[in-house]
């Protein structure tokens, strides 16, 4: 049976996530570029099933090696992740023009690295399902005046957010979510994952806003939204009982 590759920058701290996770212990090979130009011939060599690539990348920027293979026809297909400093627009602007498949922030976030990765890989997020969860949200650029809306539906990856005060997919945010009965608001940065825009409804279903991925959310936000929402499960289980009975 051919082992899948993953291939990453040459980056000590990657290589350590992704040896620590679940990639490693289910058997997935990881490869390490020490420059852009040995990524790429990795590609060509090796066929990986996912590239992490760093912009900084030497002899080859990770931007460049990324517009080669998917202005390749037989390497186009490689999922490609593209590592960005977070507050860089120029970096971001970089990645976006070389058709990456998605974007990591440094410092990087295991969580926040895995899910992406899941999902480029079709693998099965491990990520509790977002769940409906209506509770007051501020939203905005950071450093500027936060706009108020409300989540729609929640878990601590991300949610959506009812709010006219919409943004260009990609814009890094700051986000403030009331929690019932926390004295102050969880706070993070948070990246627009997805816009439903009042002229393009990409979900129906939902209302004028966001789909917001929470980015370094501490273990403190994450145990408050978790928590809150298993008190709405528990909550819930009387209402399910009663109709079925």
């Known amino acids: 049976m051919n082992q899948k590759k993953i291939l990453l920058a040459n980056d000590p701290e990657l290589l350590q996530i992704l040896k620590d996770s679940f990639f490693n212990r289910m058997g997935f090979r990881l490869l390490v570029a020490k420059s852009g130009q040995q990524a790429f011939e990795i590609i060509e060599e090796e066929d990986p099933v996912l590239a992490i690539l760093d912009l900084a990348m030497p002899d080859l920027?990770?931007?460049e090696c990324c517009r080669k293979v998917k202005n390749d026809p037989f390497l186009r297909s490689t999922p490609i992740i593209l590592l960005a400093h977070a507050g860089r627009?120029?970096?971001?602007?970089?990645?976006?023009?070389a058709a990456c498949d998605d974007i990591v922030l440094k410092p990087v976030k295991e969580e926040h690295l895995l899910v992406i990765a899941c999902n480029l890989?079709?693998?099965i997020d491990r990520a509790p399902e977002r769940v409906p969860a209506?509770?007051?949200a501020k939203v905005g650029l950071p450093a500027k005046k936060l706009h108020s809306g409300n989540t729609l539906n929640l878990n601590s990856g991300g949610a959506f957010i009812k709010t006219s005060k919409l943004q260009p997919i990609d814009t890094l945010l700051a986000l403030e979510v009331s929690i019932p009965e926390l004295p102050e608001p969880v706070r993070c940065q948070g990246r627009v994952a997805w816009v439903n825009h009042p002229e393009w409804l990409k979900n129906p279903k939902l209302p004028v806003?966001?789909?917001v991925q929470f980015l370094g959310l501490d273990k403190q936000g994450v145990e408050a939204i978790c928590?809150?929402?298993d008190l709405l499960a528990t909550q819930a289980l009387p209402q399910v009982k009663k109709q079925k009975g």
Do not use: F, H, T, W
Not at 89 to 97: G, M, N, S, V
């Open 227 to 229: 928590s809150y929402l």
């Open 209 to 211: 806003g966001m789909g």
């Open 134 to 136: 209506q509770v007051p």
């Open 61 to 63: 920027a990770g931007d």
């Open 121 to 123: 890989l079709n693998i």
């Open 89 to 97: 627009e120029k970096e971001l602007a970089r990645c976006r023009k």
